[in-house]
T-cell receptor, first 113, second 114 residues
């Protein structure tokens, strides 16, 4: 079956630091990969996505590259801000599973001023 | 403005009562989903529906029921049989075509049962 493993948190950084959150996956088909972000008390927002190998998703300074050879989709941002403090979820979806999302456990990121 | 609405944002109930959470979308999406999130944890799928008048159980369907009479609406009932109903409930929808098949989420309803 499908599964997603992401780096455990919490992660605490200073403003302008580099952020990496590791995500690896197991899938039976050819999944699409996603990063979602959840701010306190809110729903999930789609941050970025990639649909095939070597695709790079990017949004708001965040990037992730779909690496089929290492089954990974690591999230990176070069210079974080206090407003990036949130919980980040890696997820995958493919047709073999009715396009249901399989989520990682989430990584809590706190950025200090 | 297209999106998913969930109401109310906060809901309080006494133990033993059924409660229905609302989810409405105007995105013209065919598929809709209900998830449960507990503090510090990821999301678990309760029920999903890919078409009107049809739905399937997710990973934790026991103690919950749903209906899908209209494309726009997918209400979730938390019954008295659900042993630990206090949680944050998230509704999502997904287009059936268009490539990545990502899901779009509503703002959530926080249910507290005492």
């Amino acid at each position: 079956g499908n599964s997603v493993t992401q780096m455990e948190g919490p992660v605490t950084l200073s403003e302008e630091a580099f952020l990496t959150i590791n995500c690896t996956y197991t899938a039976t088909g050819y999944p699409s990969l996603f990063w979602y972000v959840q701010y306190p008390g809110e729903g999930l927002q789609l941050l970025l996505k990639a649909t095939k190998a070597d695709d790079k998703g990017s949004n708001k300074g965040f990037e992730a590259t779909y690496r089929k050879e290492t089954t990974s989709f690591h999230l990176e941002k070069g210079s974080v801000q206090v407003s990036d403090s949130a919980v980040y979820f890696c997820a995958l979806s493919d047709h073999s599973n009715d396009y249901k999302l399989s989520f990682g456990a989430g990584t809590t990121v706190t950025v200090r001023a | 403005d297209g999106g998913i609405t969930q109401s109310p944002k906060y809901l309080f109930r006494k133990e033993g009562q059924n409660v229905t959470l609302s989810c409405e979308q105007n995105l013209n999406h065919d598929a809709m989903y209900w998830y449960r999130q507990d503090p510090g944890q990821g999301l678990r799928l309760i029920y999903y529906s890919q078409i009107v008048n049809d739905f399937q159980k997710g990973d934790i369907a026991e103690g919950y029921s749903v209906s899908r009479e209209k494309k726009e609406s997918f209400p979730l009932t938390v019954t008295s049989a659900q042993k630990n109903p206090t949680a944050f409930y998230l509704c999502a929808s997904r287009p059936q075509t268009g490539g990545a098949y990502e899901q779009y989420f509503g703002p959530g309803t926080r249910l507290t049962v005492t």
